[in-house]
């Protein structure tokens, strides 16, 4: 599957952006789907990852209650809505999907996205 994140940009503190994957050669509904996020010179971090045998969304504590990974099969795609931006919320972002795996664990992915990036100013 080929995955297309799109969305990032630069906000200032306190609003919100939307990110969408687009998903390609394969169906969403079929794998386990993940945010992740990543600033230079530090590992690249979960953010929201969707669960394998439950509706149960897995959100990292410093955007729960600010950020929704949301799924619309029809068209193939995954959100990630974040609201309450904040400026400790920069970073490159990431779409990622894995057949079976641990969905809080980067190196359980199988497939990326090319990142886009979210600037949020003070």
């Known amino acids: 599957v080929q995955l297309q994140a799109s969305g990032g940009g630069l906000v200032q503190a306190g609003g919100s952006l939307r990110l969408s994957c687009a998903a390609s050669g394969g169906s969403i509904s079929t794998y386990i789907l993940g945010w992740f996020r990543q600033v230079p010179g530090k590992e690249r971090e979960i953010v929201a990852a969707?669960?394998?045998?439950?509706?149960?969304?897995y959100y990292a504590d410093s955007v729960k209650g600010r950020f929704t990974l949301s799924k619309d099969n029809a068209k193939n795609t995954m959100y990630l809505q974040m609201n309450s931006l904040k400026p400790e919320d920069t970073a490159v972002y990431y779409c990622?999907?894995?057949?079976?795996?641990?969905?809080?664990?980067?190196?359980?992915?199988?497939?990326w996205g090319q990142g886009t990036q979210v600037t949020v100013s003070s």
């Open positions: 969707s669960s394998w045998r439950s509706a149960d969304t």
């Open positions: 990622a999907a894995q057949v079976r795996g641990t969905n809080t664990r980067a190196g359980d992915y199988d497939y």
